[in-house]
């Protein structure tokens, strides 16, 4: 069993693990996922969700047993950063427009998407109009994951009146994640080069940071040691393993994890975690 995530060795962090990575221009996301994992010489890394070549910023990256856990960046929300081209000069209505389109809307994904091309929602949660300059507009965007940037500055352009096109596109945050701290692969070559050349772990664990961080914001269920050798081998949570949980309320979406913070498994709240019997947690991925 893993142990408390701030004492692993870099052996162990490599090994479940994540990275807050700066993707570059031109690569694909899973180009840098097959890098990352080459790097750091785990048999698998797993991005956050897909990035076009062009696009640059926030791509977190699970490590090694940690690409288990991948299905947490399925439904995370995402920011962005755009550049919206007019194809005239700005209307003076622009922010009223913009801010119609917060909320629910309707979305057929491009064509040269690789999923089929049928009409779907998605939530946009804020749009903010950050800046304005004759035909350009510099937008955020916090949306849903599978939210099509470009297929929105298209519909924003249409509702504008002046037509307009996606320029550059930034990701910004993602799930928990954020630019704030973020890493390129460089970074992450010569805390790896450092720690295996010098023994020196320092640069490594600013860089990768244990996969539980993944998981911020997931409702949070405690068990105790016993129970999570038995989650280890398949066993569902039964109630009363739990020591703590965070919800009570059946159908949610929750991490376990042992008292000392390391995650085992992550499951579907199925009874109640305060019973004296029965099963609590259905397992959904067990990390351990």
């Given at each position: 069993m893993?142990?408390?995530?701030?004492?692993?060795?870099?052996?162990?962090?490599?090994?479940?693990?994540?990275?807050?990575?700066?993707?570059?221009?031109?690569?694909?996301?899973?180009?840098?996922?097959?890098?990352?994992?080459?790097?750091?010489?785990?048999?698998?890394?797993?991005?956050?969700?897909?990035?076009?070549?062009?696009?640059?910023?926030?791509?977190?990256?699970?490590?090694?047993?940690?690409?288990?856990?991948?299905?947490?960046?399925?439904?995370?929300?995402?920011?962005?950063?755009?550049?919206?081209?007019?194809?005239?000069?700005?209307?003076?209505?622009?922010?009223?427009?913009?801010?119609?389109?917060?909320?629910e809307?309707?979305?057929?994904?491009?064509?040269?998407?690789?999923?089929?091309?049928?009409?779907?929602?998605?939530?946009?949660?804020?749009?903010?109009?950050?800046?304005?300059?004759?035909?350009?507009?510099?937008?955020?965007?916090?949306?849903?994951?599978?939210?099509?940037?470009?297929?929105?500055?298209?519909?924003?352009?249409?509702?504008?009146?002046?037509?307009?096109?996606?320029?550059?596109?930034?990701?910004?945050?993602?799930?928990?994640?954020?630019?704030?701290?973020?890493?390129?692969?460089?970074?992450?070559?010569?805390a790896?080069?450092?720690w295996r050349?010098?023994?020196?772990?320092?640069?490594?664990?600013?860089?990768?940071?244990?996969?539980?961080?993944?998981?911020?914001?997931?409702?949070?269920?405690?068990?105790?040691?016993?129970?999570?050798?038995?989650?280890?081998?398949?066993?569902?949570?039964?109630?009363?393993?739990?020591?703590?949980?965070?919800?009570?309320?059946?159908?949610?979406?929750?991490?376990?994890?042992?008292?000392?913070?390391?995650?085992?498994?992550?499951?579907?709240?199925?009874?109640?975690?305060?019973?004296?019997?029965?099963?609590?947690?259905?397992?959904?991925?067990?990390?351990?």
């Open positions: 893993r142990g408390d995530p701030t004492e692993r060795s870099a052996e162990e962090l490599l090994a479940f693990g994540v990275v807050n990575l700066d993707k570059p221009p031109g690569p694909s996301a899973h180009q840098v996922a097959g890098w990352v994992r080459d790097m750091t010489g785990q048999e698998r890394a797993a991005h956050s969700g897909t990035l076009d070549p062009k696009v640059t910023g926030c791509l977190p990256t699970l490590l090694g047993d940690a690409t288990r856990a991948a299905q947490v960046f399925d439904d995370a929300v995402k920011e962005y950063v755009t550049v919206l081209e007019c194809h005239r000069p700005v209307p003076a209505d622009f922010e009223s427009v913009a801010a119609e389109f917060e909320g809307i309707y979305q057929k994904p491009p064509r040269k998407s690789a999923v089929s091309r049928r009409l779907r929602t998605r939530r946009i949660h804020d749009l903010e109009v950050l800046e304005t300059e004759e035909r350009r507009a510099l937008l955020r965007v916090r949306c849903a994951s599978g939210t099509y940037i470009r297929k929105l500055c298209h519909d924003l352009g249409l509702a504008l009146g002046t037509g307009a096109h996606m320029g550059h596109l930034r990701r910004t945050g993602t799930g928990p994640f954020d630019d704030t701290d973020l890493h390129t692969l460089h970074d992450l070559q010569d790896v080069t450092e050349e010098t023994g020196d772990e320092t640069w490594l664990r600013e860089v990768v940071d244990p996969a539980e961080r993944a998981l911020e914001g997931i409702p949070r269920v405690t068990v105790a040691p016993s129970a999570a050798e038995q989650i280890r081998e398949g066993a569902p949570v039964y109630a009363p393993g739990i020591i703590d949980s965070e919800t009570d309320e059946p159908g949610t979406f929750v991490a376990c994890y042992t008292p000392d913070g390391a995650a085992v498994c992550l499951g579907t709240l199925v009874g109640d975690p305060a019973a004296e019997s029965g099963e609590a947690v259905a397992l959904e991925r067990v990390l351990v």
